[in-house]
């Protein structure tokens, strides 16, 4: 019977979660922001939104760097002597918006299937060279300086001018 319960009250759960989802995505078709920032691959939905709704069309920020330390995703620095050490990402800033982007940054490493995109070939060449983690966040702080200039330039992402074309 307990059991049951569990199972019904799941069940609640996810009627629930889904009118959520149906919501987030009614927005995202209304929100021409929204629609843009879902172009760029990890970025669903539920990310386009929460940005949208923290950041607004991004100008608060005067470059992406801003935002991605805004969200906890560049590395702390570290200088004396006039040498500067970069080490582990600072995790200061949104911590929401940060998960959301990590996940998202974790399904463009391993879901992705056209590996020949610039962002992709990007991602498993840094994949060779450093762990699983640190590419994600890699990716996520890539993620966000490309959502940041979708939001200010109000173009659609586009993959060409990842190689300075």
């Known amino acids: ?81 006039g040498k500067a050490k970069l080490i582990g990402i600072s995790k200061r800033g949104n911590s929401y918006l940060r998960k959301l982007f990590i996940h998202g940054a974790r399904t463009v490493l391993h879901l992705v299937k056209d590996r020949s995109s610039p962002l992709a070939r990007w991602v498993d060449k840094l994949k060779l060279r450093r762990h699983g983690n640190v590419a994600a966040v890699a990716m996520a702080n890539k993620l966000a300086r490309i959502a940041w200039a979708v939001l200010t330039k109000g173009e659609r992402f586009n993959q060409a001018a990842l190689l300075g074309v």
């Open 1 to 81: 019977e307990l059991i049951r319960d569990m199972a019904a009250e799941l069940g609640e759960l996810n009627e629930r979660i889904a009118v959520f989802d149906a919501e987030i995505k009614e927005l995202e078709r209304n929100d021409p922001d929204m629609k843009r920032l879902t172009e760029i691959p990890g970025i669903g939905p539920m990310i386009a939104s929460a940005l949208v709704a923290a950041v607004g069309d991004g100008q608060a920020f005067a470059k992406g760097r801003d935002l991605s330390a805004w969200l906890g995703l560049v590395p702390r620095q570290i200088s004396t002597g």
